[in-house]
T-cell receptor, first 112, second 110 residues
Framework: DVKVTQSSRYLVKRTGEKVFLECVQD?????MFWYRQDPGLGLRLIYF???????EKGDIPEGYSVSREKKERFSLILESASTNQTSMYLC???????????FGDGTRLSIL | TQLLEQSPQFLSIQEGENLTVYCNSS?????LQWYRQEPGEGPVLLVT?????EVKKLKRLTFQFGDARKDSSLHITAAQPGDTGLYLC??????????FGKGTSLLVTP
């Protein structure tokens, strides 16, 4: 069965900390995505990657970076966390854009 | 970014009622996907519609893709509490990424 695993369900960090969110997929998918989900704003794309070491900015990349050193792993990095980055973060993957995206269960991140 | 507007934003109904959720855009999509997200989980695909005018049924759920491939609707017959969740439509355009609507939050009470 298809599986996208996010390393943490809940995470609490302090302002200014460097935060890493990890995502692993076991489906050999080419594309991986990071979204944040906020009430009233829906799912907003932060970054995506279509191949190892390749990355593209989404709609709201400011304050974030990503890393894809291996095909199965896509990391989201908050270089210096701020309170406005408190959110639900969702990772997804797909084989190509005409196929459905498979999502992890999300990481609820709180920045204090 | 091609915008997808979903309506209504919130819907609270009694068990057994029917409802329709709409997903509209000014852009044409090659296909459109519908997802349901339950609390504490990621979205899960319900269906993909590809052809203009296409109708797909999934038990009590009926999905329709507009003739011009710019809009879609989801109709639920005799809603049940298990249908509660956030319904998201997502359009497939020319790039790698999907364009998601903001979602319709549905609550079905017994």
């Amino acid at each position: 069965d298809v599986k996208v695993t996010q390393s943490s369900r809940y995470l609490v960090k302090r302002t200014g900390e460097k935060v890493f969110l990890e995502c692993v997929q076991d489906m050999d998918h080419e594309n991986m995505f990071w979204y944040r989900q906020d009430p009233g704003l829906g799912l907003r794309l932060i970054y995506f990657s279509y191949d190892v070491k390749m990355k593209e900015k989404g709609d709201i990349p400011e304050g974030y970076s990503v890393s894809r050193e291996k095909k199965e792993r896509f990391s989201l990095i908050l270089e210096s966390a701020s309170t406005n980055q408190t959110s639900m973060y969702l990772c997804a993957s797909d084989r190509d854009s005409n196929q459905p995206q498979h999502f992890g269960d999300g990481t609820r991140l709180s920045i204090l | 970014t091609q915008l997808l507007e979903q309506s209504p934003q919130f819907l609270s109904i009694q068990e057994g009622e029917n409802l329709t959720v709409y997903c509209n855009s000014s852009s044409v999509f090659s296909s459109l996907q519908w997802y349901r997200q339950e609390p504490g989980e990621g979205p899960v695909l319900l269906v993909t519609v590809v052809t203009g005018g296409e109708v797909k049924k999934l038990k009590r759920l009926t999905f329709q893709f507009g003739d011009a491939r710019k809009d879609s609707s989801l109709h639920i017959t005799a809603a049940q509490p298990g249908d509660t969740g956030l319904y998201l439509c997502a359009g497939v355009g020319s790039g790698y990424a999907l364009n998601f609507g903001k979602g319709t939050s549905l609550l079905v009470t017994p």
